[in-house]
């Protein structure tokens, strides 16, 4: 859909080679992609205005480095703008020196509080803690049920309240009863969404806030939010003082422009991203990786980092050297593929990938989690010699192993088709790490398939 | 009970508030339409999320007529973005499609927190007060208590509802609903889906099952297929709605949210791009909050004085 800023700026500067420094006037064609890259990605268009200034001023002057193409240079200092910007340290939750310390969920209506008290009270109890919920949401029809439902599924114990407690103020202070009766060191109060413009609920919130006494409190910001997210996120924080963002909702494709914005807004940090709707998808705030997000660069980071965590390394070098000596077997694709799955959900996978020359071919291929099943169906159809050579696969034998894996001839060409082009794509990328010329691709990490 | 203008205009105050006054404040005390007035102007409606693409279309068609000497006082210039704006939104309308017999099956769709259950409530009272009957589907059977959620909002409404248990297959729901609907000779079937990211292709592929499912049992249904949207969305819900067309087939946007400060108006790309209509707007969580949507008065509420 979009194209992504790197080509952009790649365009923008194809004729500038020869040029020694990167001037007002060349810069000018750079800065306006930026700008619409950045609103595009719905950056608050005053923060876009303060970020391109401050490109301008670093790259004014420079030396275009010979090492470098003006575009890299100008993307290089765009990320790392970006990423001081959005704040250059992973931030953790801190604790109270008595516990138990409380930790305030708030924001709008719909922003995913309660989902994201869930994966908070999993993701501390996994890190040590004892966590308790409790919802003080006594508006939202059903909103206590939903948090009961969702604490009983990740095993983790809900303050339900007693049937006199029905407001806030009152379900807070049984929770808080309750978890030093229970020795729990730290409760998360899951509150009800409201409008940052309605004055009584903010009021209600405040003064939960003043009896409560929390540590933390998470402002819970939805990555699809427009141009809005700078004055709900100031009001949340001029009335109650967030201590830190929970970005949700990054499993879709929104850039999260929204992110840069809260920062520079409240100047708190951006702590945790929700990733998924299971409990699980709750990841620490990597500001490198939402930096490439809201500029459209992929998020090799993550991608990488989820491949160590599933990739078994010494198949993934025995790949790599079949890759390089043209030793890729039908069989290896099928092995390939299987790793594949272990990562979880492909689509979630592929939209970490770089949007970048063949790469991007690749973001759209349409992978089915019921396709592997098949592709690797019709792998165990074949014989040990047609796996190995694939050119033995005639027409006879496409027949049979259609037959044999309850597929088509059609799609047993397909897969053979398929198969040419990832040996073909991997051939070029391996290229590429040899350092070798014949490939068009240089990628920082292993392809392990 | 104040009139549904009043309501409307009560409703939209602070969008009216936040478009308007900065457009007056951009056009007030310039005289004469520069450059720096122009790309002011930009700003403010991509404040509104408009969207970049819309703004630079918007500002390019005023450039033409200064070139052109058409405008010389700055002041014709909010009459000039209304017009515009108006006509992007008036040619995406169109009439609510009428089923040959009843029932009419509408079902809602949209992103996770949108706002799609608490519409519904609203819808069922709006539709009952019109005269109708109306019964519930509750086909979110994947978040935690969504169906409670629901039943709640149908016994405010004091409305039927058609469920199941948490985690049912919400085709399954839907086919109960269709029969039901026809056994009981509703006027209209409302369905409630789960909210889900349009990129997740295995949920989207569900919503594309649900419609199939719908056909089977009345071939015309689902006759509506609206997409909520919430008005602090972004970008994003120009790619939300192309999605939710393709695998639902959206017949129309119901804007949400527009109680709070945020402007909404990235349906004015949406409606650009896809030609969808906007049929309600809400403004507020009590049962009467959903008000129909009509181009021209909101429009004219945004930049009235």
């Given at each position: 859909?979009?194209?992504?800023?790197?080509?952009?700026?790649?365009?923008?500067?194809?004729?500038?080679?020869?040029?020694?420094?990167?001037?007002?006037?060349?810069?000018?064609?750079?800065?306006?992609?930026?700008?619409?890259?950045?609103?595009?990605?719905?950056?608050?268009?005053?923060?876009?205005?303060?970020?391109?200034?401050?490109?301008?001023?670093?790259?004014?002057?420079?030396?275009?480095?010979?090492?470098?193409?003006?575009?890299?240079?100008?993307?290089?200092?765009?990320?790392?703008?970006?990423?001081?910007?959005?704040?250059?340290?992973?931030?953790?939750?801190?604790?109270?020196?008595?516990?138990?310390?409380?930790?305030?969920?708030?924001?709008?209506?719909?922003?995913?509080?309660?989902?994201?008290?869930?994966?908070?009270?999993?993701?501390?109890?996994?890190?040590?803690?004892?966590?308790?919920?409790?919802?003080?949401?006594?508006?939202?029809?059903?909103?206590?049920?939903?948090?009961?439902?969702?604490?009983?599924?990740?095993?983790?114990?809900?303050?339900?309240?007693?049937?006199?407690?029905?407001?806030?103020?009152?379900?807070?202070?049984?929770?808080?009863?309750?978890?030093?009766?229970?020795?729990?060191?730290?409760?998360?109060?899951?509150?009800?969404?409201?409008?940052?413009?309605?004055?009584?609920?903010?009021?209600?919130?405040?003064?939960?806030?003043?009896?409560?006494?929390?540590?933390?409190?998470?402002?819970?910001?939805?990555?699809?939010?427009?141009?809005?997210?700078?004055?709900?996120?100031?009001?949340?924080?001029?009335?109650?003082?967030?201590?830190?963002?929970?970005?949700?909702?990054?499993?879709?494709?929104?850039?999260?422009?929204?992110?840069?914005?809260?920062?520079?807004?409240?100047?708190?940090?951006?702590?945790?991203?929700?990733?998924?709707?299971?409990?699980?998808?709750?990841?620490?705030?990597?500001?490198?990786?939402?930096?490439s997000r809201i500029l459209g660069m992929g998020d090799v980071l993550g991608f990488i980092e989820k491949m160590e965590e599933n990739i078994d390394r010494k198949s993934a070098e025995e790949m790599q050297r079949k890759l390089i000596?043209?030793?890729?077997?039908?069989?290896?694709?099928?092995?390939?593929?299987?790793?594949?799955?272990?990562?979880?959900?492909?689509?979630?996978?592929?939209?970490?990938?770089?949007?970048?020359?063949?790469?991007?071919?690749?973001?759209?291929?349409?992978?089915?989690?019921?396709?592997?099943?098949?592709?690797?169906?019709?792998?165990?159809?074949?014989?040990?010699?047609?796996?190995?050579?694939?050119?033995?696969?005639?027409?006879?034998?496409?027949?049979?192993?259609?037959?044999?894996?309850?597929?088509?001839?059609?799609?047993?060409?397909?897969?053979?088709?398929?198969?040419?082009?990832?040996?073909?794509?991997?051939?070029?990328?391996?290229?590429?790490?040899?350092?070798?010329?014949?490939?068009?691709?240089?990628?920082?990490?292993?392809?392990?398939? | 009970?104040?009139?549904?203008?009043?309501?409307?205009?009560?409703?939209?105050?602070?969008?009216?508030?936040?478009?308007?006054?900065?457009?007056?404040?951009?056009?007030?005390?310039?005289?004469?339409?520069?450059?720096?007035?122009?790309?002011?102007?930009?700003?403010?409606?991509?404040?509104?999320?408009?969207?970049?693409?819309?703004?630079?279309?918007?500002?390019?068609?005023?450039?033409?007529?200064?070139?052109?000497?058409?405008?010389?006082?700055?002041?014709?210039?909010?009459?000039?973005?209304?017009?515009?704006?108006?006509?992007?939104?008036?040619?995406?309308?169109?009439?609510?499609?009428?089923?040959?017999?009843?029932?009419?099956?509408?079902?809602?769709?949209?992103?996770?927190?949108?706002?799609?259950?608490?519409?519904?409530?609203?819808?069922?009272?709006?539709?009952?007060?019109?005269?109708?009957?109306?019964?519930?589907?509750?086909?979110?059977?994947?978040?935690?208590?969504?169906?409670?959620?629901?039943?709640?909002?149908?016994?405010?409404?004091?409305?039927?509802?058609?469920?199941?248990?948490?985690?049912?297959?919400?085709?399954?729901?839907?086919?109960?609903?269709?029969?039901?609907?026809?056994?009981?000779?509703?006027?209209?079937?409302?369905?409630?889906?789960?909210?889900?990211?349009?990129?997740?292709?295995?949920?989207?592929?569900?919503?594309?099952?649900?419609?199939?499912?719908?056909?089977?049992?009345?071939?015309?249904?689902?006759?509506?297929?609206?997409?909520?949207?919430?008005?602090?969305?972004?970008?994003?819900?120009?790619?939300?709605?192309?999605?939710?067309?393709?695998?639902?087939?959206?017949?129309?946007?119901?804007?949400?949210?527009?109680?709070?400060?945020?402007?909404?108006?990235?349906?004015?790309?949406?409606?650009?791009?896809?030609?969808?209509?906007?049929?309600?707007?809400?403004?507020?969580?009590?049962?009467?909050?959903?008000?129909?949507?009509?181009?021209?008065?909101?429009?004219?509420?945004?930049?009235?004085?």
């Open positions: 859909m979009f194209d992504t800023l790197s080509d952009k700026l790649q365009r923008v500067f194809k004729n500038l080679r020869g040029e020694g420094k990167l001037t007002a006037e060349n810069m000018e064609a750079a800065l306006k992609e930026i700008r619409v890259a950045l609103l595009e990605a719905d950056v608050h268009f005053k923060v876009v205005k303060t970020f391109i200034e401050n490109v301008k001023q670093k790259a004014l002057g420079q030396e275009v480095l010979t090492a470098f193409s003006p575009a890299q240079q100008v993307t290089k200092i765009v990320k790392d703008e970006m990423i001081t910007m959005l704040g250059t340290h992973t931030s953790r939750l801190r604790t109270a020196n008595m516990p138990p310390t409380v930790v305030m969920i708030v924001g709008l209506q719909g922003s995913g509080k309660t989902t994201s008290t869930g994966k908070l009270a999993r993701y501390l109890s996994k890190n040590g803690h004892r966590p308790i919920v409790v919802s003080v949401d006594v508006y939202r029809p059903a909103a206590r049920k939903q948090l009961s439902v969702v604490a009983n599924e990740i095993g983790i114990p809900v303050y339900e309240g007693l049937p006199e407690e029905t407001k806030p103020a009152e379900l807070a202070r049984g929770a808080k009863r309750e978890a030093q009766q229970a020795g729990r060191d730290m409760i998360l109060v899951d509150t009800a969404g409201r409008l940052h413009i309605d004055d009584d609920l903010m009021t209600e919130l405040s003064q939960l806030k003043d009896q409560l006494q929390p540590t933390e409190i998470l402002f819970v910001a939805d990555a699809m939010t427009g141009q809005d997210a700078v004055k709900s996120a100031a009001e949340f924080h001029s009335r109650l003082g967030i201590t830190g963002v929970i970005l949700t909702k990054m499993d879709g494709d929104a850039r999260g422009g929204a992110a840069l914005s809260i920062r520079q807004i409240t100047g708190q940090p951006l702590k945790f991203v929700g990733t998924g709707e299971k409990f699980d998808a709750l990841e620490a705030f990597h500001p490198d990786r939402v930096a000596t043209d030793d890729f077997t039908l069989e290896d694709f099928r092995d390939q593929l299987k790793q594949l799955r272990k990562l979880g959900p492909l689509e979630s996978l592929l939209g970490m990938m770089p949007q970048v020359g063949m790469l991007k071919e690749l973001k759209n291929v349409k992978v089915d989690e019921k396709e592997i099943t098949r592709v690797v169906a019709i792998v165990d159809s074949m014989t040990p010699r047609e796996r190995a050579n694939h050119m033995l696969i005639n027409g006879s034998r496409r027949r049979r192993i259609a037959k044999g894996s309850g597929t088509s001839v059609q799609e047993v060409n397909s897969l053979l088709k398929q198969y040419g082009q990832t040996r073909k794509m991997m051939k070029s990328v391996s290229g590429g790490l040899l350092g070798g010329k014949k490939g068009k691709f240089k990628l920082p990490f292993q392809m392990p398939f | 009970m104040p009139s549904l203008l009043d309501r409307l205009k009560q409703g939209i105050q602070k969008t009216r508030a936040g478009l308007v006054d900065r457009v007056e404040d951009v056009i007030h005390g310039k005289k004469e339409i520069d450059a720096d007035l122009l790309e002011e102007l930009e700003y403010t409606l991509i404040a509104a999320d408009v969207g970049v693409r819309t703004a630079t279309d918007i500002l390019e068609t005023i450039r033409q007529r200064v070139a052109r000497h058409l405008v010389n006082d700055p002041s014709e210039l909010r009459q000039l973005i209304q017009e515009h704006l108006l006509g992007v939104l008036e040619a995406s309308e169109r009439p609510l499609m009428k089923p040959d017999q009843p029932p009419r099956v509408v079902m809602v769709v949209g992103v996770n927190g949108s706002g799609k259950t608490t519409t519904i409530g609203k819808l069922a009272q709006r539709l009952k007060e019109d005269g109708e009957t109306v019964l519930l589907c509750a086909a979110d059977t994947f978040r935690a208590a969504a169906i409670e959620q629901l039943e709640v909002w149908a016994q405010r409404t004091q409305t039927d509802i058609i469920r199941q248990s948490q985690g049912s297959d919400p085709s399954a729901v839907i086919f109960d609903a269709l029969h039901a609907a026809k056994a009981r000779k509703v006027t209209t079937l409302i369905v409630d889906t789960a909210g889900r990211l349009h990129t997740k292709d295995n949920l989207m592929a569900e919503l594309e099952k649900m419609r199939r499912t719908t056909v089977r049992v009345i071939p015309d249904a689902p006759h509506e297929v609206w997409l909520v949207l919430d008005a602090t969305t972004g970008q994003n819900g120009l790619e939300q709605a192309r999605k939710f067309t393709e695998s639902a087939g959206v017949t129309g946007l119901i804007l949400t949210k527009l109680d709070g400060t945020a402007k909404g108006g990235i349906v004015v790309a949406i409606a650009r791009e896809l030609n969808l209509p906007i049929r309600y707007i809400g403004v507020g969580e009590q049962a009467a909050d959903l008000l129909e949507f009509e181009a021209d008065k909101f429009i004219t509420s945004l930049f009235e004085k």
